[in-house]
């Protein structure tokens, strides 16, 4: 990797992922986490302030850019919940089948090399009865917005250090063969539309 994706782009990325409406997401769906989780892309640890610690007891995060796993240094020794890092990819998890009660995506497929192997193995990984607790940005379902998404694509990948806008998110969900229990598809407030659309949900295996 060059220069810009050892140190800059990296620490671009967390600034955005660290907004405060980005934050008041995360809030919505990570607290509904319980027992031994698994967070995919667990990079600078920007999820572990809203774990319940009375639900949860134990966060494995997964991540293979140890750049950003040293940003969230900081956030680990403060955590209110045991946390261990592996440094693996998404797409062959360093887990036993059926070890995991809730899986944590955020803000993560849009940048994991496949996304459809990393669902597979986030439903190999989970236990009979398991949650995907997802907060995701990707392709709008405004044809319109998705136009624009799909020219920015190329440049918002080098800036965001492989971040991708026009991954369909509960598309995926479901190709992976899991059913959406809960989904909410939306814009965040005052952002722009084509780097803006979320999908917050939990996806349970179907």
Not at 52 to 73: C, H, M, W, Y
Not at 88 to 100: G, I, M, N, R
Not at 122 to 150: I, M, T
Request: aromatic fraction near 8%; include cysteine.
């Amino acid at each position: 990797m060059g220069f810009y994706e050892r140190h800059i782009g990296p620490r671009f990325v967390r600034c955005l992922c660290a907004m405060a409406d980005i934050s008041a997401e995360r809030e919505k769906i990570v607290p509904r986490a319980t027992g031994t989780v698994l967070e995919i892309g667990f990079g600078p640890g920007l999820n572990l302030p809203f774990y319940d610690p009375a639900q949860v007891s134990r966060v494995i995060g997964v991540d293979p850019n140890e750049t950003f796993l040293k940003l969230g240094e900081a956030q680990q020794r403060v955590a209110k919940v045991p946390v261990e890092i592996r440094r693996a990819s998404a797409e062959s998890l360093p887990l036993d089948d059926a070890s995991v009660d809730t899986t944590v995506i955020t803000y993560t497929l849009c940048s994991v090399h496949d996304p459809m192997r990393c669902l597979s193995e986030v439903r190999r990984v989970l236990r009979p009865g398991g949650q995907a607790l997802f907060l995701e940005h990707g392709l709008s379902n405004d044809a319109k917005v998705a136009v624009w998404q799909y020219r920015l694509n190329p440049l918002w990948r080098t800036l965001a250090v492989g971040c991708n806008l026009i991954r369909p998110v509960a598309g995926s969900f479901r190709a992976a063969g899991f059913a959406l229990a809960e989904l909410e598809e939306y814009y965040l407030p005052r952002t722009p539309k084509s780097v803006g659309f979320l999908s917050r949900g939990i996806a349970v295996v179907s």
